[in-house]
T-cell receptor, first 113, second 111 residues
Framework: NAGVTQTPKFRVLKTGQSMTLLCAQD?????MYWYRQDPGMGLRLIHY???????AKGEVPDGYNVSRLKKQNFLLGLESAAPSQTSVYFC????????????FGPGTRLTVL | EDQVTQSPEALRLQEGESSSLNCSYT??????LFWYRQDPGKGPEFLFT???AGEEKEKERLKATLTKKESFLHITAPKPEDSATYLC????????????FGPGTSLSVIP
């Protein structure tokens, strides 16, 4: 099992450009999450999904959109990138509802110039 | 507002020098807590789930404990390979399925 994978691993964008980050999991998990991690601020939840076809806003959703068309994939889109979106992005998945651990991908380092 | 804080921000230990990391939270009605380890350039890796006050969990040189107001991660006789950032997370008041992460403690163990 590959677990949770993310593509790309690194990306540099110019202000105003758009891009999509792809997360895939092979554990048949219902829940999927997108976080951003910035120095000194910990992981902050951007958007999440409780199942195929569903999405919901997290703590810091502005400037991002998501889609979960297939259970195994969760896409994070930046329509018009801004320097404030320079960060490391992590995808995670979780199995059953309730107090269960999340499994994280390796991250995508995004720089917006 | 629900908050999770961790202290110290960074910790340097000599190999074999035991110490503890702290995780404090303001979430009312705590319903469990997670500890994760994060190596540089990688995603967090799950270590423990603590379900209620008084519970303890152990894994190799790590022992996690939980009270009603805080959690400790005790590291006994650490080795250089224990160097990492340790994150704690608590479920949000509104849902077990979303968590709030603390900022982490960066641990360096010097040979």
């Amino acid at each position: 099992n590959a677990g949770v994978t993310q593509t790309p691993k690194f990306r540099v964008l110019k202000t105003g450009q758009s891009m999509t980050l792809l997360c895939a999991q092979d554990m048949n998990h219902e829940y999927m999450y997108w976080y951003r991690q910035d120095p000194g601020m910990g992981l902050r939840l951007i958007h999440y999904s409780v199942g195929e076809g569903t999405t919901a806003k997290g703590e810091v959703p502005d400037g991002y959109n998501v889609s979960r068309l297939k259970k195994q994939n969760f896409l994070l889109g930046l329509e018009s990138a801004a320097p404030s979106q320079t960060s490391v992005y992590f995808c995670a998945s979780k199995g059953p509802p309730g107090l269960n651990e999340q499994f994280f991908g390796p991250g995508t380092r995004l720089t917006v110039l | 507002e629900d908050q999770v804080t961790q202290s110290p921000e960074a910790l340097r230990l000599q190999e074999g020098e035991s110490s503890s990391l702290n995780c404090s939270y303001t979430v009312s009605g705590l319903r469990g807590l997670f500890w994760y380890r994060q190596d540089p350039g990688k995603g967090p890796e799950f270590l423990f789930t603590l379900y209620s006050a008084g519970e303890e969990k152990e894994k190799e040189r790590l022992k996690a404990t939980l009270t009603k107001k805080e959690s400790f991660l005790h590291i006994t006789a650490p080795k250089p390979e224990d160097s990492a950032t340790y994150l704690c997370a608590v479920p949000m008041k509104t849902s077990y399925d979303k968590v709030i992460f603390g900022p982490g403690t960066s641990l360096s163990v010097i040979p």
